[in-house]
C-alpha cells in the first residue's frame, strides 16, 4: 500500500488535495487523489493506495509511474488552465488532465498558480533597484483656456489608447483588458 508520506521529500508539505478525480477526461481513466504540494502535482492512483507492493517497487518512482502514478514538478510546469470540469497541465511539452468537477477547477488552477510564484519568489530573491532622482521642472505660466484645451486633448488622446490597448496573459496568452485583476479565461492573477 502507497502512501502519499512516503513520496514527499522532508522540506515538502501538502498544500491541497483531492479524492476521486480521474486522469484524463471522462470516467474510463484511472481514478486517484490529486495533491498539490510547495514543490510538485501528484496523482495517486487508487489502485496504488488499496494494492500492497513490495519495499522495491515503493522505492522507485519509475515502477510507480508504470503503475499510473504522477509526479510533475512546479519548476517545470509551463501552462496551467481549466476546462470543462478539468485542470489542464502542461509541463516539460507533454499535457496532464485531470477531470476534479466543475466548480473546483478555477480553485486548482490559482492554487497551482499560487505554488509556482511562491516557489520562484524564493528561489529568485527580489534585488532591490534605485531610481535616480531627478530634478523638478519649472512649470511654464499658460493661460486656463490653453490649459483647460491641452488637458482636453490629452485626456481624449488616452481614453483612444487606452481603448485599442490590449494585453495579454503572461500564464494562458488568452488577450485580456488592462483594466482586467484576473484572466477571464484561466484566472491567473494579473496585478
Not at 508520506?5 to 484511472?30: C, H, M, N, W, Y
Not at 497541465?89 to 477531470?99: L, N, S, W
Request: charged share 25%; hydrophobic share 35%; proline share 6%.
Amino acid at each position: 500500500m502507497v502512501k502519499i508520506e512516503e513520496l514527499l521529500e522532508p522540506d515538502e508539505r501538502i498544500i491541497k488535495k483531492q479524492g476521486s478525480v480521474t486522469r484524463g477526461r471522462g470516467a474510463f481513466g484511472p481514478i486517484g487523489t490529486l495533491y498539490l504540494t510547495n514543490k510538485r502535482v501528484i496523482f495517486l492512483p487508487s489502485k496504488l493506495m488499496t494494492a500492497a507492493f513490495s519495499a522495491d517497487i515503493i522505492s522507485t518512482i519509475k515502477t510507480l509511474a508504470n503503475k499510473g502514478l504522477q509526479v510533475i514538478p512546479l519548476d517545470e510546469i509551463e501552462n496551467v488552465k481549466s476546462s470543462f470540469g478539468a485542470v489542464v497541465i502542461t509541463a516539460g511539452g507533454k499535457t496532464y488532465t485531470y477531470t476534479v468537477s466543475v466548480w473546483k477547477t478555477k480553485g486548482w488552477v490559482n492554487a497551482i498558480n499560487q505554488a509556482i510564484a511562491e516557489m520562484s519568489a524564493i528561489s529568485e530573491p527580489e534585488i532591490p533597484v534605485s531610481i535616480p532622482k531627478t530634478k523638478a521642472r519649472a512649470r511654464k505660466r499658460t493661460s486656463r483656456r490653453s490649459r483647460r484645451k491641452k488637458s482636453s486633448t490629452t485626456q481624449r488622446a488616452q481614453t483612444r489608447s487606452s481603448t485599442r490597448e490590449m494585453r495579454y496573459c503572461p500564464n494562458c496568452g488568452a488577450e485580456i483588458e488592462p483594466s482586467y485583476k484576473f484572466c477571464p479565461s484561466c484566472g491567473h492573477p494579473l496585478r
